[in-house]
């Protein structure tokens, strides 16, 4: 039997997303005693690199003229369709050397790029001034700026990045709003409470996008000629492509027995009961995909094998069978990931942010590895504690850890690891950077952890001297009050501490911040902002992101609101996806307001800007038009937010 995994578009473009890794891994240890022959694809890479060919460029150029022919329509046209139509041939000439350059297979073509004269520039580059007439050549001063003591190459990878943002403008403003470079038709699944708006776009009238993604799993059946297809979609990014792709494999081999599973499916669809998704898969699993594939191949196969998390449709309906005596494969028993059968020279580093810490998320292929299932904590109460991904812990031995890290470097060339797990134990931590120091092991590596006291300078370290360079966590709401409320187990202070202690080991450090979360009043957030600032300018943390904080169905506030004082709004009867829920908080507090000062704010601290500023500036004052104006000239910016109660050495007092 021919089993193929795919990762339908769009995830991100630079390394491959490791959830068909891992299950090809692991079925391969079963291929002989099932007969199976696994193989897997990354479409979404896939999708770009055929978007991002010149013949499709081409087409795309050919499209937006036609539509564009009279010169009102030109002119209606939307700034990026209208520079890209300008200089068409340029784009269709450029695009596969930009590509390949990202692909760092052509690296000498940095200087040219530089020079910025070889790419056509759109409206993504209007921030960066144009050198001067007979300058072109010389590295724009601005642009030098901007990246401070960048490379060459590092300033290229930056142009080629925004040329690549102008073509993907162009592909969703003209030709499929729904086409992002990491996302494709999202709104159409997240928290989607019917399957309506789904099966409306998959039968509408096909884009471009649309047909070269139908036209990509022909050629993948032809190549495979699978009899089983496993779809994973992580995100609900990758749902619409899912689905798009499941509709085209069964038209091309009716046949395959086709599956669907993945991050969303298991966070969204745990209450599903819309049948029409039996139309395009047979099978959809839950949570970790190892028992319930491996069953359900076995029953294919002919073995008497139950179903596990596994739904399918009954007479029209759809139905969960899960056979209660079948456990989950322990982490020690599911194999070593591999990528064997993607086209790793082929992933695209883009590099969008100078930030440090973002670069390490989109440039570069990294490994991906796990130190445990699961979050060891598993208490915060915005977090799917609920759910196998986190509830359920299962640390893997470091002898495997050891043995996976060797595999992957063996078989990849690389030995850049991002290890992916929801929180890293540290004392996991410990124990591979042991063994990673005494093996003489030397890897880079990166990850997710909580701000344990556990981390403390001599831990810090030695992570260190066995290769970690950046560790991101959650300081979320950088309120003691509120850090309480959501049971994180942290306090400021402990962060701040344990965050200086990573930092002058020498590794980078990102937080996680949150913003509206429930009782949270304008003041807890100036605070909270007083706080972030403060942590910036002592060097604490380099990098951070502001999430809204978002009620999910899963969470103990989506399961027991009344306990954290809001009030969820009576669910939509849903029948597909379930996820974030609609709520009231008397409190009131305007955060779709504070939000914007709170992105502004951290944007300038992550450059080094505004750090002594007091926080109330990056808030714009209230009240819009004349009136707003005068207000604002009379009180200045400082009148929309009240003043911080924060002490202004209330870090550098932690730290002392
Ligand atoms: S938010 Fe992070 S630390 Fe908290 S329970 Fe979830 S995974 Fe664990």
Redesign the pocket.
Known sequence: MRVLLVTPPMTQLNTPYPATAYLTGFLRLHAAELGLTVAQADASLALFLRLYSAPLVARLADELGRRARTPARRASAPPSIAHFLGAAERYVDTVEPAVRFLQRRDPSLALRIVGRAFLPEGPRFAHLARPAAGEAGALDEQLATAFGTLGTTEQARYLASLFVDDLADVWREGIDPRFELARYGERLAASAPTFDPLHEALDGEPTLVDETLDELTRELVATHRPDFVGVSAPFPGNVYGAFRMARAIRAAAPRATLVLGGGWVNTELRGLREPRVFDYFDYVTLDDGERPLLNLLARLRGRRSPLVRTYVRKDGEVVLESDATQHDIPNRDTGIPTYDGLPLERYVSVLEMLNPMHRLWSDGRWNKITLAHG?Y????TF?D?SLDY?GRYDRASTDLVMRRIRALIAETGETGFHLVD??APPAALRALSVRLIADKVSITWWGNI?FEKTFTPDLCRLLAEAGCVAVSG?LEVASDRLLELMK?GVTVEQVARVTRAFTDAGIMVHAYLMYGFPTETTQDTVDALERVRQLFAAGCIQSAYWHRFAATAHSPIGLHPERYGITLRPPASVTFAHNDVAFDDPVGTDHDFLGAGLRKALYNYMHGVGLDADVRAWFEPRGRGPRGKRQRRRRGARASVPATTVPPDLIESYLA
């Not at 904590?377 to 915060?380: A, Q, S, V, Y």
């Open positions: 979050c904590w598993k208490k915060c977090c504690v986190i929801e929180a909580r959650g994180k």
